[in-house]
């Protein structure tokens, strides 16, 4: 039983609770006063209806869980163009806005006296493409470009640079450097995500999903952090049962989709989230062992994946304006009859 069927039913008990104390003063004051029948038949209404607006109000501001749908294809406003750290902004109707940016971990660190590479996340630049957006990291205009130099495979690895990327380089891929994207569904908003929809892949198109459950923004954003604390600093995985890939990833995302597809029409929705967590922030990314190691004998690789993001759908969870709206009245209702009641 979901909530709002939960809310139902104590409503409906609560309706017939009233209702029978409602027959109950009536029957009081027509015994002791005959002569007001119709004055009393009033009083019952108002009793019966304000109940029943109580009632109501509190259905109505029981979480509503409104499907909304993104696609990345085409359209879309992009911030800070041309340059790492920009975003890009897509609408599903009024007030229904998600902001996008990339991320990857290319930032070095010094410990100890030492260098360690790739140990922080640090903004990459979101491509737009036909086949979805994609990921370009700070290696890739670099020069080092995440390129696999013991690698047989006869396709360009390399991340290109933002004005020139090469195929696959600018898909959002786990190649030595994991890319990952943000999704920001805003202040005040709590989405539950319901399917994310991968469209031009190349090689394997595993992906990691997780919800920011914490407090405040996500530390990653402003401060230096690893994919391997994520877990562990405010991001919950929305996967029930780890099957042999683990609680935040999801196999073959891409279904049967053919590779290198840019035909929108073919692209198929994956199904996630079966917990059902709501949360403003969500991080979608290439399949990312740091985040979290795969089990025993799984059936996915550590690598290969190559992905461009071209939709998702998310339900919304907040009281609408005008339920806040009947609430208020239904509450002012029932003051009216306790003060009744005590007259």
């Not at 609560?14 to 009081?28: A, C, E, H, M, S």
């Not at 600018?170 to 920001?184: A, E, G, K, P, V």
């Not at 914490?214 to 690893?226: H, K, L, R």
Request: proline letters at 3%; one cysteine or more.
């Amino acid at each position: 039983m979901n909530k709002k069927n939960v809310v139902f039913h104590c409503i409906v008990g609560l309706v017939r609770i009233l209702l029978k104390n409602t027959q109950l003063l009536v029957v009081r004051r027509v015994q002791t006063n005959p002569g007001r029948k119709f004055l009393v038949g009033c009083e019952m209404s108002k009793y019966v209806f304000g109940s029943l607006a109580l009632g109501l109000a509190l259905i109505a501001t029981a979480p509503v869980q409104a499907a909304s749908s993104w696609s990345f294809t085409t359209g879309g406003t992009e911030a800070n163009a041309n340059s790492f750290g920009n975003t890009r902004t897509y609408s599903a109707g009024t007030n229904q806005n998600v902001t996008i940016s990339a991320w990857s971990d290319t930032k070095n660190a010094t410990i100890s006296g030492q260098t360690v590479t790739n140990a922080y996340i640090e903004k990459a630049y979101l491509g737009s493409y036909s086949g979805g957006l994609g990921v370009t990291n700070q290696d890739g205009a670099s020069g080092a470009g995440d390129n696999d130099k013991t690698s047989t495979k006869n396709f360009n690895e390399g991340e290109g640079t933002i004005a020139n990327s090469s195929v696959p380089g600018h898909t959002m891929d786990n190649l030595n450097r994991y890319d990952s994207m943000l999704f920001d569904f805003g202040t005040g908003k709590s989405v539950a995500l319901n399917s994310v929809t991968v469209g031009w892949w190349y090689s394997d198109s595993d992906i990691t999903v997780l919800a920011y459950t914490g407090t405040g923004t996500p530390t990653f954003v402003s401060a230096n952090q690893g994919y391997a604390s994520l877990l562990s600093s405010g991001w919950s995985v929305v996967k029930a049962s780890a099957g042999t890939t683990g609680t935040a990833n999801y196999s073959n995302a891409a279904g049967n989709l053919l590779q290198q597809n840019t035909d929108a029409s073919k692209y198929v929705p994956l199904v996630v989230n079966d917990l059902n967590i709501s949360a403003r922030y969500w991080l979608v990314g290439a399949l990312n062992t740091l985040v979290q190691t795969l089990p025993g004998s799984p059936s996915v690789n550590g690598g290969n994946d190559y992905v461009k993001i071209a939709a998702i759908t998310a339900s919304y969870d907040t009281p609408e304006p005008s339920s806040i709206v009947l609430a208020s009245g239904a509450l002012a209702g029932a003051v009216l009859m306790r003060r009744r009641r005590k007259s």
